[in-house]
């Protein structure tokens, strides 16, 4: 046999028997172990089995089975499992409590402002999530103080109303003074301005009112009375100041003065004619451009 062809039919048994190796999983035989060997019958020795002769070619030094699956990883291993923190010890969370207070906040303005969600509806809210994190293990908040209304998550937030409340009457909506006594009553109609906070809905409408045999000038103890009716309130002067503070305002205001008008094209409320033609007390326009005296 020529060198070629042996060299050939050397790596062809090689990969053979490379291909017929498994791995030694527990519950099989193992495979290095002593096995039955095959015998070979020998004519010299009377057709007895001997042991089949060693191969004179040389053979490859395959490395055992158990010594490919120490060096082979087993993928989705877990070497070292953590430690869970105990409950008690440490937060189940690392964070600024005061930061988690602050996205509350933001999140029960918006829910009011955004979908004009209740008061009454905040108050759930904010006390389920106070529930909540009292329920969690750890101290959450920590010394942080969650907000009870919604009216505590304005004043945190720094929110306050641009106009004012002033009470007035129950039927014909006159209005009284921001801060009037508590006994007040409408002059036109008779009606008690303000009522007791402990007076459920039933006594009003039963005309057990008590406050005439009470000393008007004196208010009565461990008591609190609101208003029956209220109305939010700007004045004009007010609200046009507020309205040109702001930046920009003032030249998008006199913008109109150096546009040219359009008799054709109604496209701003300067192209009508009730802008164009309306008068003022002394006849002249009541709209006019700069160019004009």
Same mark, same amino acid.
């Given at each position: 046999?020529?060198? %070629?062809?042996?060299?050939?039919?050397?790596?062809l048994?090689?990969?053979?028997?490379s291909? @017929?190796?498994?791995?030694?999983f527990s519950?099989?035989?193992?495979?290095?172990?002593? !096995?039955t060997?095959?015998s070979?019958?020998?004519a010299? @020795?009377?057709?007895?089995a001997? $042991?089949?002769?060693a +191969?004179t070619?040389?053979? #490859?030094?395959?490395?055992?089975?158990?010594?490919?699956?120490?060096?082979?990883?087993?993928?989705?291993?877990?070497?070292?499992?953590p $430690?869970?923190? =105990? #409950?008690?010890?440490?937060?189940?969370?690392?964070f600024?409590?005061f930061?988690l207070?602050?996205?509350?906040l933001i999140?029960c303005?918006?829910l009011h402002c955004?979908?004009h969600v209740?008061?009454?509806?905040?108050?759930i809210?904010?006390?389920a999530?106070r529930?909540?994190?009292?329920?969690?293990? %750890?101290n959450i908040?920590?010394?942080?103080?969650?907000?009870?209304t919604?009216?505590t998550?304005?004043?945190r937030?720094?929110i306050? =109303?641009q106009?004012k409340?002033?009470?007035?009457?129950?039927?014909?909506? +006159?209005?009284?003074?921001?801060?009037s006594p508590?006994n #007040?009553k409408?002059?036109?109609?008779?009606?008690?301005i303000y009522? +007791?906070?402990s007076?459920t809905?039933?006594?009003?409408?039963?005309a057990t009112?008590?406050?005439?045999e009470?000393?008007?000038?004196s208010?009565?103890?461990?008591?609190?009375?609101?208003?029956?009716a209220?109305?939010p309130?700007?004045?004009?002067?007010?609200a046009? !100041? @507020?309205?040109?503070?702001?930046?920009g305002?003032?030249?998008?205001?006199?913008e109109?003065r150096t546009?040219p008008?359009?008799n054709?094209?109604?496209e701003t409320i300067?192209?009508?004619?009730?802008?164009k033609?309306l008068?003022?007390?002394?006849?002249s326009?009541?709209f006019?451009?700069?160019?004009?005296?």
């Amino acid at each position: 046999m020529s060198s %070629g062809k042996r060299i050939l039919a050397q790596s062809l048994a090689v990969r053979g028997q490379s291909s @017929t190796r498994r791995r030694n999983f527990s519950g099989l035989p193992n495979l290095t172990g002593n !096995q039955t060997s095959l015998s070979f019958p020998d004519a010299s @020795t009377g057709g007895e089995a001997s $042991e089949p002769p060693a +191969s004179t070619e040389p053979s #490859s030094a395959l490395p055992a089975v158990e010594e490919i699956a120490e060096e082979v990883p087993i993928t989705g291993r877990v070497e070292e499992v953590p $430690e869970v923190p =105990d #409950s008690e010890s440490a937060p189940l969370l690392k964070f600024d409590a005061f930061s988690l207070i602050r996205c509350v906040l933001i999140l029960c303005a918006w829910l009011h402002c955004q979908h004009h969600v209740s008061f009454y509806a905040i108050l759930i809210l904010l006390w389920a999530i106070r529930f909540v994190f009292s329920a969690l293990p %750890g101290n959450i908040l920590g010394d942080a103080e969650l907000p009870q209304t919604l009216k505590t998550v304005f004043a945190r937030l720094k929110i306050h =109303d641009q106009f004012k409340v002033y009470p007035i009457c129950l039927f014909c909506h +006159s209005v009284f003074a921001e801060v009037s006594p508590w006994n #007040s009553k409408c002059p036109n109609c008779d009606v008690a301005i303000y009522r +007791s906070c402990s007076e459920t809905f039933l006594d009003r409408f039963l005309a057990t009112d008590n406050l005439e045999e009470e000393d008007p000038n004196s208010h009565p103890q461990n008591s609190s009375f609101q208003a029956q009716a209220v109305a939010p309130m700007l004045l004009l002067s007010d609200a046009l !100041q @507020t309205f040109f503070m702001r930046p920009g305002m003032v030249d998008a205001v006199r913008e109109w003065r150096t546009k040219p008008e359009s008799n054709k094209k109604l496209e701003t409320i300067q192209d009508g004619e009730v802008w164009k033609n309306l008068k003022a007390a002394n006849g002249s326009r009541f709209f006019y451009n700069e160019e004009e005296n």
